[in-house]
């Protein structure tokens, strides 16, 4: 598979299932600002209250042949594996769907993903074990601390500017590469006198 990061903002996600896992699916796409349609006769509480607050669309029946027509994203999480499958089947080749009890019925699936400011990380074990992809999440967030915000701000100004002012490539990438070093990451003072030192 081949890892990407897709804009799902105001893209039609439509969800089949009610549970536990299309809770968790929602909650996730919803901070995405995807418009999600979830398809199922009863919903979890939360569930509930996204749909009574207008955050999703519910359609309250069962699944039917042709609810995932406009979809770009389809997620099965039903707990019957015959509707999972029928739900796969009825997807076009260009429609991404990930059935939830299926990693071969599915042409995506999700990956363990932490997120602090510009920095995104994500983790996958190709659906061998969610839970260490889990643990290796805790393990990086640990030695994640609030310089890696500053610091990735300071990146892009850097990076920006040495683009414009630094015509020779050789010596774009020497600085490039300098902004690397432990000491811009940790002192404020050293940034902005690199960033000065480019004017």
Same mark, same amino acid.
């Given at each position: ?51 009574? @607050?207008?955050? *999703?669309?519910? $359609?309250?029946? +069962? ?7 406009? #979809? !770009? =994203? ?19 080749? @260009?429609?991404? *769907?990930?059935? $939830?009890?299926? +990693? ?7 990956? #363990? !993903? =932490? ?38 701000? !300071? =990146? ?44």
């Amino acid at each position: 598979m081949y890892p990407i990061m897709v804009n799902l903002e105001y893209k039609r996600v439509v969800i089949i299932g009610g549970g536990k896992v299309a809770t968790h699916k929602t909650e996730k796409l919803l901070q995405q600002k995807a418009n999600i349609v979830v398809i199922s006769p009863t919903l979890t509480d939360a569930l509930y209250t996204y749909a009574v @607050n207008g955050e *999703i669309e519910w $359609v309250n029946r +069962s699944y039917q042949e042709g609810d995932t027509k406009d #979809a !770009f =994203l389809v997620i099965a999480a039903t707990n019957d594996p015959y509707v999972n499958k029928e739900v796969k089947n009825s997807c076009l080749n @260009n429609q991404l *769907i990930n059935v $939830v009890d299926s +990693s071969e019925d599915s042409n995506f699936y999700n990956m #363990a !993903f =932490l997120e602090r400011g510009m920095l995104k990380i994500a983790i996958s074990t190709e659906g061998a074990s969610p839970l260490l992809a889990k643990q290796m999440k805790r393990d990086i967030m640990s030695f994640l601390d609030d310089s890696y915000d500053d610091y990735l701000i !300071f =990146l892009q100004k850097a990076r920006k500017k040495i683009k414009t002012t630094v015509l020779d490539e050789k010596r774009r990438l020497f600085l490039l590469g300098e902004l690397l070093q432990d000491r811009f990451r940790k002192n404020e003072v050293e940034r902005e006198l690199f960033l000065k030192n480019l004017s």
